[in-house]
């Protein structure tokens, strides 16, 4: 089992930054890809980064490409994400996700079994 703690949520104005943190506990000497989802209001889940156990595969949603940067320390089995030129359109819960796969694998994987509870990101125009 592995739990997962989300913060860093906040209200910021277009343009702005954040970062935000997931701590992972639990299981967490086994590898697992680790990943960002987002929820807007009204809207279905979608993905938004995602990060293999080696940090060296990444995967990003077009519209954040260029703009947020996924990153992790496994020392502190933590994963970040990085969030640059915030628009309103990024308002959303996050969420992390977290599921077992080779250390190098494809960390876009078809399923996530562990979630953190989210953490409320607002842009104001």
């Known amino acids: 089992q592995v739990q997962l703690v989300e913060s860093g949520g906040q209200m910021v104005q277009a343009g702005g930054s954040l970062r935000l943190s997931c701590a992972a506990s639990?299981?967490?000497?086994?590898?697992?890809?680790m990943a960002w989802f987002r929820q807007a209001p009204g809207k279905e889940r979608e993905f938004v980064a995602a990060?293999?156990?080696?940090?060296?595969?990444?995967g990003y949603v077009d519209s954040v490409k260029d703009r947020f940067t996924i990153s992790r320390d496994n020392a502190k089995n933590t994963v970040y994400l990085q969030m640059n030129s915030l628009k309103p359109e990024d308002t959303a819960v996050y969420y992390c996700?977290?599921?077992?796969?080779?250390?190098?694998?494809?960390?876009?994987?078809?399923?996530?079994?562990?979630w953190g509870q989210g953490t409320q990101v607002t842009v104001s125009s």
């Open positions: 990060i293999s156990w080696s940090g060296e595969r990444t």
């Open positions: 996700a977290a599921n077992w796969s080779p250390p190098n694998g494809d960390p876009r994987l078809s399923r996530y079994d562990y």
């Open positions: 639990g299981r967490t000497f086994s590898p697992f890809a």
